[in-house]
C-alpha cells in the first residue's frame, strides 16, 4: 500500500498530468472572475454617485440632470453587461471543473465516451470568450461613459 502512494504507477501519473491542465484554466478563469467582480462593484458605486448627484441637479442645471440620467442609464447597462461576463466566466469554470473530473472518470470507466473531457474543455473555452467579448463591450461603453463626462465637465 506504501509503495503504491510513493511510487504512482504511469498510467495514475499521466491521469494526473492530464487534469493539471484544466486546473490551469481554471485558475485563469478565477482571475477573471476576481477581476469582474472589482468592475461590478465599482459600477455599483458609480451607478449610486450618479443618482445621488442626480437628486442634487433637480433643482439647477437640466441640461446637467439629463447627462446625469443619460449616464446612470449606460452604467446600468455596463452593469448587466459585466453580469453576463461574469456568468459567462462561471459555465466555463464549472465546464473546466467536470473536464478535469471527466478525465479521472473516462479512465475508470471505458463505457464513457474519451472526447467528453475535450467537449467539456472546448464548451469552457467558448463561454470565456463570450465573457471576454462581453468584458470589451463593456469596455467600449465605460470609454464612451468617460468621453462624455469630460466633453460635458460633468464631475
Known sequence: MLQALTHP?????????AMI????LILATGNLIATSMTLHARIV?????????????REANSELLALATELIVTAQ?????????????????GCFVAASLAIAVTNEF?????????FLTVVGACFLLIGALITLYDTRL????AKKEVDRDFV
Open 45 to 57: 458605486d458609480r451607478i449610486r454617485y450618479l443618482v445621488r448627484r442626480r437628486i442634487e441637479l
Open 142 to 145: 465605460s470609454s464612451g461613459l
Open 77 to 93: 447597462h455596463r452593469l448587466r453587461a459585466i453580469g453576463a461576463s461574469l456568468s459567462s466566466y462561471y459555465i466555463a469554470t
Open 21 to 24: 491542465t484544466p486546473a490551469i
Open 110 to 118: 471505458p463505457w464513457l465516451p474519451r472526447a467528453l473531457p475535450t
Open 9 to 17: 504507477s504511469p498510467l495514475v501519473s499521466s491521469i494526473i498530468s
